[in-house]
């Protein structure tokens, strides 16, 4: 170092370090997360409680149980929105009025039996399921890796006993 002069190049680096040092600081504590005020650390645990009725979305396998079911039961609104529909149009056709009639009945008791199905098969430990009754047969999704013959049989008699479709009319999906 010269004589005479008061600060050199590594004076004023260790400086400029010290500088950065209490601005990285000064920047932590102010806008890093703090328990006491009420914020979050990233990645920290918090307990919910589910009190609107609504499901929650978990997992790709819930999704699609939730995502079936919301469009199941969206289709089957537009299918009452469009009866409810004809019988107003109908004006005095009492024959289209009783078709009509006949099918929103129809689709009331396929609601019905779905739900139950449902129901009772988490009642024998199925975590998810899903009825879709068709015109001609039923389909039942059930959350599953596989199943044994005991539980195909309980799907069976749960399916045919809600619906009145024979066995050979019940299908059987997992998804895991």
Do not use: C, H, P
């Amino acid at each position: 170092m010269k004589k005479g002069t008061i600060l050199g190049k590594s004076q004023i680096i260790l400086a400029v370090m010290v500088l950065a040092l209490g601005a990285a600081v000064w920047f932590n504590v102010k806008y890093s997360s703090d328990s006491k005020n009420g914020n979050k650390y990233l990645g920290q645990a918090e307990y919910v409680d589910n009190t609107s009725g609504e499901a929650l979305q978990t997992g790709a396998e819930s999704d699609y149980f939730v995502t079936a079911k919301k469009e199941r039961d969206s289709a089957r609104d537009d299918t009452k929105a469009d009866l409810q529909e004809a019988i107003k149009n109908a004006k005095g056709n009492t024959e289209a009025i009783a078709k009509a009639s006949d099918k929103a009945a129809s689709i009331a008791a396929r609601e019905t039996a779905e739900q139950n199905i449902e129901a009772l098969l988490k009642a024998k430990g199925f975590k998810k399921a899903l009825a879709i009754i068709g015109d001609n047969d039923i389909n039942v999704v059930v959350k599953a890796d596989s199943l044994t013959a005991q539980q195909t049989l309980q799907i069976q008699d749960i399916a045919a006993s809600q619906s009145g479709y024979t066995a050979d009319k019940i299908k059987i999906l997992t998804v895991k």
